[in-house]
């Protein structure tokens, strides 16, 4: 092989050397620059569902409703058909947020520090604290839907108090009946997102405890299901 062969073998080996080096860091970045995007969006998602509106607004509007039938008002309408158990899934939320979420901000805003996902795990431990809420929500939604549906056509008070809570900004123009809903839609959102995370990891030890809590996620998310389709076979057995 003469020089100039010899020479135009070493130059192509080496442009597709670095072809493959550039490439290669090029992934590093963009993965190193969406898992904090990642991150951000989970936060972000956990702050409007728990600290701005959602739940917060829901459990506010349960409390209204209660003080309500306090002073007289509304007494025939069951408040645990038509709002479930939001004070409970508001408490473990916020729980939650206490236990994963702050920390987890904090040590970013301390120490400047890129979002540590790590950091989620002491949270998602205890998700066996508040997923029976979660169950229990789930088997009752179709019942609260149908329920609220016949309240509002049969009782003038209690379509008066949707229309007043619907006019509420939190509500950001919400339908009560849409609303209602929110948690068990969130709830797969949460798995997503911790997807999009692990995806994006380049940390292996990182990587490993976020798999941990996906796979928590996966089985819930099963549950959700398992219990959804049980709770409409019991409303159309009913309803035979």
Known sequence: MGKRELFYVISTSKIAEDKADMLNRLTALRDEFQRPVAMFELEEHWTKIVRNYLLKQMDELCYYFLQMQEVGYLRDIDPRRVFLNYPELYVHNSK???RAIMPMLENT???GVPLDPSVLKAGFD???EWWPC???FIYGHTDCHTYVQKCQKEHE???EFVTW???QDTMRRQRLLDALTNPMQRLTRYSLLLKAVVKNSTNDAERETIQVS???F????FYKRRTLIAGQLEVKLCEN
């Open 165 to 167: 809570a619907e006019s």
């Open 109 to 111: 805003r301390e120490h």
């Open 218 to 221: 996966k089985v819930l998310v």
């Open 214 to 216: 996906f796979g928590y």
């Open 157 to 159: 008070l209690f379509r």
């Open 96 to 98: 939650f947020w206490k």
């Open 126 to 128: 205890r998700i066996d």
């Open 134 to 136: 979660y169950t229990a």
